[in-house]
């Protein structure tokens, strides 16, 4: 059904019947701009967890591909093998005071589940600290 135009998902590396989109982009902003959308690029490779928005934190329990940016608005989003019909969406928004953390940390891995075949499962990045909250217009 909905996976025929998602063709680009990787299998999850520790749960069999799942597959994954990694670091798939859903906005991008300049330093304390509004972000913009952007359009989902069906012919990328989202093997890899996108950048964690920068913190001031060891980033070393993020556990990122790409390490941190700025350009960090992405999703991390886990689906079940052969899916026929409407599931529902859980959407994990990490914790962390809006100062950091991040989707591609152990707790914001939703395979487990999504695992049980009920759920489809997203983490987001948002933009954290000043670069995420602050606005000068």
């Not at 989902?40 to 490779?45: C, G, I, R, S, V």
């Amino acid at each position: 059904m909905w996976k025929k135009e998602f063709e680009m998902s990787h299998p999850n590396k520790k749960i069999d019947n799942v597959q994954e989109w990694l670091g798939v982009p859903y906005g991008t902003a300049d330093r304390f701009q509004k972000a913009q959308m952007v359009p989902f690029e069906a012919n990328q490779d989202y093997s890899q967890s996108g950048p964690a928005s920068v913190q001031f934190t060891d980033p070393a329990f993020l556990t990122s591909d790409k390490g941190e940016s700025e350009d960090c608005l992405n999703l991390n989003i886990w689906a079940p093998d052969n899916v026929q019909e409407k599931l529902p969406v859980v959407v994990y928004i990490h914790g962390g005071g809006w100062t950091y953390g991040a989707n591609s940390q152990d707790t914001s891995d939703l395979s487990g589940l999504v695992a049980s075949g009920k759920v489809i499962g997203v983490s987001i990045n948002y933009r954290l600290g000043a670069l995420g909250w602050l606005e000068l217009s």
